[in-house]
């Protein structure tokens, strides 16, 4: 992108590394965040999102001027919400300023007519008030001049600028001055941390509630000190993080005085072995919020990144150790193989299985846990890639009510809600059971798809149908364009999606309760991988049914 000559309170597209150009606004940035060396740069607040980031101005593009061009180039279902986000605070804005203007009208003529009424008939009285009234006419001249000064200053003002003078003052913030103005920012994080650190997720606390004239924005508060921000850069540097080309820049994360709603992040050391799909969003959300997070990954150059050499090492340096591997055998093997966490666990160490495998391996990994004296939660996972960077998964856990207790910070961090369910093994049925169901939907999706198209009917129109229904949901909408689209990048693998199918059938053979539906999806699935669909995304299932 060209650059362009730009100021506070524009409306943007901005081009944030390979992400597709997005609408947002140039705002002032926390007071205590630094803008970045090197080139010129704005920090943008993008509509539709939560997300905050510095942006080249190379990068940047006016929103009017490239308005049609943009929305040609872009057709995703959240990219049109984040422009019908941008018309409705321009509608917004400009209905404030016709109201402001009629109502300047309205007290002008009130003025007026009040003058007319009190306007003495007598010449006596005429003269007797003539000195009181010429100075009265002096101060109000006077006042008529700031007032129409005033009104001139805010006419002259972008409605955007008008939209934040209107905005009812927050406690706590820093008074009109604008250059002291701070909005919280916050930023998709790339896989862990191979991307810059843009910025965090902010949001206010219970007892002051966030009253922003811009209402697509709602914020996670931040208070920020300098010894958390060290302790952090010190865990980016020995993790030896490689910044990628995005477009914005690196900047410091979030600290211990952290708020997520009322959470406050945990003093203790946490560690983290695994960062696949759902793992590096994961640890990027702990950080985000303040968490020490020391990680471990069996591919060492994951993400560019390994501070723990082995698992053991992470366990017996950490407090509480997650972990996220892919299924029963990896998840053994972290456990139980060489130099593995079995080797770190002493008493008093917790260790929080994430993984989706079945009940009678976490009862199993369980019992040697607590046998050497440490303590065991299972706590799996719902959700895909993108909810976990958005750390909105939803956590089933099970075993240990003491150490649920102490993960509470990390599991609000990483996710919307938790549920407990009691002793080990729990969590792991109730997951494969969600699972169940997801993959026999997403067959089911697939094989209609698939009807439509042999039977002479549009697939687009038959999604349009299905949206309007009580069939509609994100999973139903974003699986099905993936479809239409050709792109099955994965979000959750098939083959993982396949395994939970398999995992729960064995567990209704092992209750004798019969899952037809579940083993005809399993069916699909297993010819989808023998067309080398393995790493697509579980949509790929598709392809099952057109070869």
């Known amino acids: 992108m060209a650059a362009v000559s730009l100021r506070l309170g524009d409306l943007v597209w901005g081009k944030l590394g390979r992400y597709p150009p997005w609408p947002g606004k140039i705002v002032n940035p926390p007071k205590d965040l630094k803008k970045p060396r090197g080139k010129k740069c704005f920090f943008v607040k993008f509509f539709g999102t939560e997300d905050h980031a510095w942006i080249k ?55 007026n007519s009040s003058e007319e009424r009190s306007r003495p008939n007598s010449g006596d009285e005429k003269r007797k008030l003539s000195l009181s009234e010429g100075k009265v006419k002096k101060n109000m001249g006077e006042g008529k ?9 805010r006419g002259s003002k972008s409605p955007l600028k008008r939209a934040q003078e209107q905005s009812p003052r927050k406690r706590g913030r820093p008074p009109k001055d604008e250059k002291d103005l701070t909005i919280p920012e916050s930023s998709t994080v790339k896989g862990m941390m191979a991307g810059p650190m843009a910025a965090f997720k902010w949001q206010p606390t219970a007892t002051e509630p966030v009253k922003d004239a811009d209402p697509h924005f709602h914020h996670f508060l931040l208070s920020q000190t300098e010894k958390p921000a060290v302790c952090y850069q010190a865990i980016t540097k020995k993790l030896k993080i490689c910044e990628e080309e995005t477009g914005s820049t690196s900047i410091q994360a979030a600290d211990s005085t952290a708020v997520n709603g009322s959470i406050t992040p945990t003093d203790k050391k946490i560690g983290f072995l695994g960062l696949g799909l759902m793992g590096s969003g994961i640890v990027s959300n702990l950080l985000k919020m303040g968490h020490t997070v020391t990680v471990w990954n069996r591919t060492a150059e994951k993400e560019g990144a390994r501070l723990g050499r082995t698992p053991a090492e992470v366990v017996s340096t950490c407090d509480i150790t997650f972990a996220c591997v892919s299924d029963p055998k990896a998840a053994k093997d972290l456990v139980l193989g060489p130099s593995g966490v079995l080797q770190g666990i002493r008493p008093g160490k917790c260790y929080v299985d994430m993984s989706t495998v079945d009940a009678d391996t976490v009862t199993e990994l369980a019992q ?43 599991f609000q961090a990483m996710g919307k809600t938790s549920f407990f369910l009691g002793e080990v093994g729990n969590a792991a049925k109730m997951m494969l059971i969600v699972n169940m169901v997801q993959g026999s939907f997403m067959a089911t999706i697939a094989e209609g798809l698939t009807l439509a198209q042999v039977t002479g009917q549009s697939q687009q129109t038959l999604l349009d149908i299905l949206n309007q229904g009580q069939l509609a949901s994100i999973f139903l909408d974003q699986k099905c364009q993936n479809i239409l689209q050709g792109n099955f990048k994965p979000d959750f693998y098939l083959k993982y999606i396949q395994k939970d199918l398999r995992l729960a059938i064995a567990l209704g053979d092992a209750v004798n309760h019969p899952t037809p539906m579940a083993a005809a999806a399993n069916e699909v699935y297993k010819r989808a991988k023998a067309l080398d669909q393995s790493d697509n995304d579980m949509s790929a299932v598709y392809r099952a049914y057109i070869h």
């Open 57 to 111: 101005v190379e990068q940047l593009k006016p929103y009017h001027a490239h308005k049609e061009e943009m929305i040609k180039i872009n057709k995703g279902k959240r990219f049109q919400q984040a422009v019908d986000a941008v018309e409705e605070f321009l509608r917004r804005a400009k209905g404030k300023d016709q109201t402001s203007s009629h109502n300047s009208s309205d007290d002008k003529n009130r003025r």
């Open 145 to 153: 001049k700031r007032v129409s000064s005033g009104s001139s200053e």
């Open 368 to 410: 040697v846990i607590v046998s050497r004296g440490g303590r065991f939660l299972e706590a799996p996972v719902s959700g895909n890639q993108q909810l976990s960077n958005d750390g909105m998964l939803v956590i089933l856990a099970a075993g240990d009510r003491g150490l649920y207790e102490d993960c509470s910070s990390c």
